[in-house]
């Protein structure tokens, strides 16, 4: 996904890119960061401009995504529609603190700063896939529930309770405290059982 800087003008320009499931799987490590989570394609439109020295990228993410659940682990797809705003100013002789941002702007021609709204360039040419892929990975969820009422698994007997129920009891956690319970009494100068101070 590179973006020609040196063929933008105020007027604006519209590009548009299609990731296939190998770009999600090189360029957004779902395995290590958002467990079994995938992302089988998506598309990109965005319009890119000058606004002076600077510019102004302006897009849309949209495809979908497939999360197993926390709680009742069946497989469920869920829509991603992420809109994002960019604004990068020229790098010029500037250098970034960190070895990341610095590594960033000599491969991509492009280093972003915390906020991922703001940035540098440099060069004629930008890559926008580990933009794209940042903008990915906080669109996906922290928490994957195929519903937000997902009543789970029943720990007893495995059966999922949104699809039937069982006889299983509810049994209830024991206190935290429980453990200082067994304990009391049993210290020196503490009181003996069943009295309090």
């Known amino acids: 996904m590179n973006l020609l800087t040196d063929r933008l003008s105020e007027e604006g320009r519209d590009e548009s890119y299609t990731a296939d499931p190998a770009w999600c799987d090189t360029h957004l490590g779902l395995h290590e960061a958002q467990g079994d989570a995938s992302v089988p394609g998506f598309d990109v439109r965005l319009s890119a401009r000058m606004l002076g020295a600077n510019l102004l990228l302006e897009g ?29 100013e020229p790098a010029g002789q500037r250098i970034p603190a960190e070895p990341e941002g610095a590594e960033a702007l000599a491969s991509d021609g492009l280093c972003l700063t915390d906020e991922l709204e703001t940035g540098w360039f440099r060069g004629p040419e930008i890559k926008l896939d580990r933009f794209v892929a940042e903008v990915l990975l906080l669109a996906l969820p922290v928490q994957s529930l195929c519903r937000p009422d997902c009543k789970g698994l029943c720990p007893g ?31 020196p100068g503490g009181p003996p059982e069943g009295e309090t101070r």
């Open 60 to 88: 849309l993410i949209e495809g979908g995504s497939e999360h197993t659940c926390g709680r009742c682990l069946a497989r469920y797809g869920a829509p991603i529609r992420e809109p994002f705003r960019l604004v990068l």
């Open 157 to 187: 007997c495995g059966v999922d309770r949104n699809e039937q129920t069982c006889d299983c009891s509810e049994a209830r956690p024991e206190s935290p405290f429980a453990a200082l319970e067994k304990l009391r009494g049993t210290l």
